[in-house]
């Protein structure tokens, strides 16, 4: 797509039309959206998620949307947003520690319904449900099982119908499970085990397949330690994201194929931040993530069929948080609050968990503006 | 309340009593900023040591509400790191965190509560007690058994949220040693209403039970005095966790812990001639911690069950030699090892010993008194390596020089001046170093440096007696230990780069008017503090130059308190101006100002004999007020609770 192809909208009518924010240039960007929302996931404990989203074609940045346009729901957005995704005329936030699933308007933002999910943290859907990754154990006497053993019990996925937007049914699946991705009748879950709890002290390595129709995990693939989140291209390649276990086995990007899905195959080392638009892996990593200190440089690349290429965007003094694709050259990055220290002299900078972060637009691999966020500004959904 | 009446009267004993008696002896060379000291068989309305503290200039109380919560001290925005807690001149300490929970300390058994911001300076303390950034020290009573051998006082506190809050409390005395036995119970459910985003809920699951069982042994022995406390506490309480939006299907938390903490200290001193002095303390301690968040009732809960074993050995000698007259010099030694076990994963169970040493000097003459010390601190560090994961860290040693001079003048009859000069480390704490993927075994000790002044002055107009105290001063901190995330949010790390400059002033006005007689007094105090403490660590980021979190620029408070026969009233209103929860200091963060007021009101009955009854309530949060002192724990509204306490 050229630069100067501007589709043309309408303004769609929408209560949040009188919501006021900060105008930014989206003049030569070639879309076909309506809205990008960020999800600003807060610091536990604090209550401080948030929902922004640019409008488009206005180029209107607008913060914590969702507290302006439901004042009655108390607590606002809740505590510690960790995932958004669209769906029909729906956005689907996940509210890890409010133990809530807000269901809202795509159009206005407003609240649809909230529902229960025990320490949700990722989203997928097929046509009839969304898919909810949980690190709770099954032996909830909510639910009424059994104690069987809760010094580290497996994780979840609930089972929420789109319609009624009740949960009917949940299953086990592997330690902490973070990623889900839904392709051609089979979901994906990517199992961390990040709480690396006794007896093993140890993460986490599987990938659990579930067979949506019947609702039950149908295999289990070894890929390697900590999984983090997973995609699917809509060719039937399923992209999966480790973090590594922070010492000696690095953050990075494999892949089961299409043709030989239980052998996973390595892509790419150094992941930190990751998404997927169309059949594309954006990625950002840094090859320092070992290092004790906190001054690193992150670099980005591209996968696509399971071939990496070097991504420009120019993240120096930048702490990346979350990627957001509206097109191959209309990258967002959320970025965390930047603090600098000095150590020997010189100036290191690091990231901050506590304060405003920002959202940096890449035209072309440039930078064309930056705007404050929320606290961490973690996860995009475009519709 | 009633102790503030005593406040006075305990700070004029300052003179020599002794013609003979070497005057560095009996002389301090600064006095404590805040003191509050009981007469013997004066009924304390305060339960516990954080209570009194609240009302001291500078202190604030982090207080995470209810009985059972948390409560640390902060002083001119020293973190509680920084702040020595010590009963009878021995640290109570905790190497895992560095923080004592005041809150488990009760005012039973004790005969005085200060609070110093200079170094205290007196004859024979333990090394510990130079190497402190601000001091609160807890003085055992000293029982009188005046009209016979034995006195018993029982008393009852009880009232909202479930409180019930038994003491016994048993002096002895056989030949020429005295025996006192204590025993206290508290048990409260912590049910208080609170604001949820507009709706009125009860905090659940913040009750508390405990137990403490102390008895205190002091006497004589080769000519000198010993002293021997053994001390146990248990108890068992939910954390109720921060309000946030919470699914109305589960709980906020589930979390308990239990603890059971047991110690025994004591010294023995001696003079061995006029001049020659010397202390002997020592302590062990052996505290256990079962922390359980209770997956299986909460389901939102992270599935942890944890326990923790922390033990210390500790002795102490002090030497004091008197050169001459007003001037004297002191040696203090302290040995002291630490340990840490526990069943979290990766966990590198830390040894630490610490040596800590002060040669100090006074000169004391009644107008002009100075004091100086140097003091070190060498700890050696060991934690086991094959648990240590990915760490190629290497064990440390850290040390420190630690000086500090004060002077006092008393240059006209009205009017005091102390002025201190002091810096200060404090040691990385176990969970700043070795908390798994977290900890960074490299740190530094933190520094703080301070200097202050305090300027007094009394007065007496007509029956009115005035005092008058301004306390300015400047802090600086430096390589302050901050949480830093890394390359991934999983993985943080602790680094020494915070710095927090401090300019603060602390002003206390009290006016006493004696109503006609000794035991008809009425006291009113004034309290201010100004505190105007910047984050100054990264350069050029938008939280450079502004209010770190938690501290007011403005605080203070009026107390009143009345005597009348066996009538006592005491009122207290605490003003706390507005802060923020972080060094972002927007709107989003703003915690808005508060004021409380708390008012007790006691009688006492003489009941035949040497026996007495006293009888009285306490309201605290009179008017009801919502506020948080710290952000997402709501403190509880007004609460009565109804004090009996009966002496024989």
């Known amino acids: 797509m050229g630069a100067c192809q501007k589709i043309d909208q309408h303004e769609i009518p929408s209560k949040d039309n009188g919501l006021t924010g900060i105008m930014v240039n989206v003049d030569n960007f070639a879309y076909e959206a309506n809205k990008v929302f960020l999800l600003n996931e807060g610091s536990m404990g604090s209550n401080n998620a948030t929902l922004d989203f640019l409008r488009l074609p206005a180029g209107l940045y607008i913060t914590d949307a969702f507290g302006k346009m439901n004042p009655s729901v108390g607590g606002g957005l809740g ?10 005329n729906e956005l689907w936030i996940v509210v890890n520690n409010s133990g809530l699933v807000e269901v809202v308007s795509r159009d206005d933002e407003t609240e649809i319904k909230a529902i229960s999910v025990p320490t949700p943290r990722n989203i997928a859907f097929d046509a009839n449900y969304a898919y909810v990754t949980s690190w709770a154990g099954a032996f909830s006497k909510y639910e009424g099982y059994d104690l069987v053993d809760y010094s580290n019990p497996k994780g979840q996925v609930y089972r929420i119908n789109l319609k009624t937007k009740e949960v009917d049914g949940h299953i086990e699946v592997g330690y902490q499970p973070e990623g889900i991705a839904y392709y051609n009748g089979k979901l994906y879950v990517a199992n961390s085990g990040g709480l690396t709890l006794p007896p093993t002290y140890s993460y ?18 070894e890929v390697q330690v900590n999984l983090n989140d997973v995609y699917s291209d809509g060719k039937g390649n399923i992209y999966l994201t480790t973090m590594g276990n922070y010492w000696d086995v690095h953050s990075g990007l494999y892949m089961l194929s299409a043709a030989n899905p239980d ?16 059949d594309t892996v954006y990625c950002i990593g840094t090859e320092t993530e070992f290092e004790w200190g906190t001054d690193h440089s992150y670099s980005s690349f591209t996968v696509k069929n399971g071939v990496k290429t070097a991504l420009s965007l120019n993240l120096t003094h930048t702490t990346p948080y979350s990627i957001g694709v509206l097109n191959e050259n209309t990258i967002f990055v959320g970025e965390l609050a930047l603090s600098s220290y000095e150590d020997e002299g010189q100036t290191k900078w690091s990231s901050d968990y506590f304060n405003p972060g920002t959202v940096t637009c890449y035209w072309h691999g440039n930078k064309l503006w930056t705007v404050q966020a929320g606290v961490c500004p973690g996860h995009f959904a475009i519709y | 309340m009633v102790s503030v009446c005593c406040s006075l ?18 002389l301090p060379v600064v006095k404590a900023s805040e003191q509050v000291a009981f007469l013997p068989g004066q009924v304390k309305p305060s339960a516990q040591v954080s209570e009194l503290l609240r009302r001291f200039t500078g202190v604030q109380v982090k207080d995470y509400g209810g009985v059972g919560g948390l409560k640390t001290v902060n002083v001119r925005s020293l973190g509680s790191e ?35 911001n200079a170094v205290k300076t007196q004859r024979l303390q333990t090394a510990k007690e130079y190497v402190s950034g601000a001091a609160v020290h807890l003085i055992s009573e000293e029982p009188l058994l005046l009209w016979s051998d034995s006195a018993f006082k029982v008393r009852f506190r009880g009232g909202s949220f479930g409180t019930v809050n038994p003491s016994f409390q048993w002096n002895r005395r056989i030949g020429g040693t005295l025996l006192r036995v204590g025993a206290e119970f508290l048990s409260s459910n912590g049910k208080y209403k609170y604001d949820y985003f507009g709706t009125p809920l009860t905090r659940e699951n913040g009750d508390i039970t405990s137990l403490r069982l102390d008895s205190r042994l002091s006497g004589n022995l080769m000519g000198g005095k010993w002293s021997l406390l053994l001390y146990g506490y248990g108890s068992e309480r939910g954390f109720p966790g921060p309000v946030i939006r919470r699914s109305e299907e589960f709980p906020f938390s589930a979390e308990r812990q239990a603890d059971r903490d047991l110690f025994a200290q004591g010294g023995w001193t001696k003079d061995w001639t006029d001049r020659y002095s010397s202390a002997v303390k020592f302590k062990y301690s052996n505290n256990y911690t079962h922390y359980n968040t209770h997956p299986e009732k909460n389901p939102m809960a992270l599935p942890y069950n944890l326990h923790y074993r922390q033990q210390s050995t500790y002795v102490s000698l002090a030497q004091s030699l008197g050169l001459c007259d007003p001037w004297s010099v002191d040696l203090s030694t302290d040995l002291q090892r630490n340990s840490l076990d526990s069943d979290v994963g990766q966990f590198v169970k830390p040894r630490r010993t610490v040596f800590t040493g002060a040669l100090a000097t006074l000169l004391t003459w009644e107008r002009f008194r100075a004091a100086a010390h140097i003091a070190y601190m060498g700890a050696w560090d060991f934690f086991d390596q094959k648990n240590a994961g990915g760490w190629t860290r290497e064990n440390k040693f850290r040390d420190a020089w630690m000086p500090s001079v004060s002077l006092f003048v008393r240059p006209i009859s009205w009017l005091e001046v102390d002025a201190f000069a002091k810096r200060t480390y404090r040691l990385p704490s176990f969970n700043d170093l070795y908390y798994s993927l977290m900890g960074n075994s490299a740190l530094l000790p933190e520094t703080a440096a301070q200097v202050g002044a305090d300027i007094r002055i009394s007065a007496r107009t007509g029956a009115l007696e005035w005092q008058a105290r301004l306390s300015p001063y400047y802090n600086h901190i430096d390589q302050k230990i901050v949480a830093i995330p890394t390359a991934s949010q999983f993985r943080w790390t602790m680094l020494n780069i915070g710095k927090v400059d401090v300019t603060g002033l602390d002003a206390k006005l009290q006016v006493g008017r004696d109503l006609g007689f000794a035991d008809r007094r009425a006291e009113l105090t004034l309290r201010y503090t100004f505190q105007q403490a910047l984050d100054h660590s990264s350069p050029g980021s938008f939280t450079w130059g502004n209010q ?16 009348w026969e066996r009538w006592s009233f005491s009122w207290d209103t605490t003003v706390t101006g507005e802060r923020w929860s972080r060094s972002a200091n927007t709107d989003d963060y703003r915690i808005a100002p508060w004021s409380i007021s708390d008012a007790t009101l006691m009688n006492k009955f003489l009941t035949g004999g040497v026996s007495e009854l006293s009888v009285g309530i306490t309201l605290n949060n009179i008017f009801n007020q919502s506020y948080q002192v710290v952000q997402g724990y709501p403190m509880p509204g007004t609460i009565l609770l109804l004090i009996l306490e009966y002496n024989w």
Do not use: C
């Open chain 1, 79 to 88: 505590d510690v947003g960790n995932d958004i995704a669209v769906i029909n």
């Open chain 1, 204 to 221: 986490d390595n599987t990938v659990s397949i579930i067979d949506a129709a019947s609702f039950t995990v149908t295999k289990e693939v």
């Open chain 1, 263 to 278: 052998s996973p195959v390595h892509v790419a080392d150094y992941v930190s931040v990751s998404t997927i638009n169309g």
């Open chain 2, 9 to 26: 009267w305990a700070q004029q004993t300052d003179t020599l009593v002794e013609a003979r008696v070497f005057s560095y002896k009996v």
């Open chain 2, 82 to 116: 920084h702040v020595g807690v010590f009963l009878d001149g021995i640290q109570i300490d905790n190497a895992q965190n560095m923080q004592v929970d005041l809150g488990r300390f009760s005012v039973d058994g004790l005969g005085a509560v200060s609070l110093y």
């Open chain 2, 548 to 563: 770190v979190p938690y501290i007011p620029l403005h605080s203070g408070g009026v107390d009143l308190s009345v005597l």
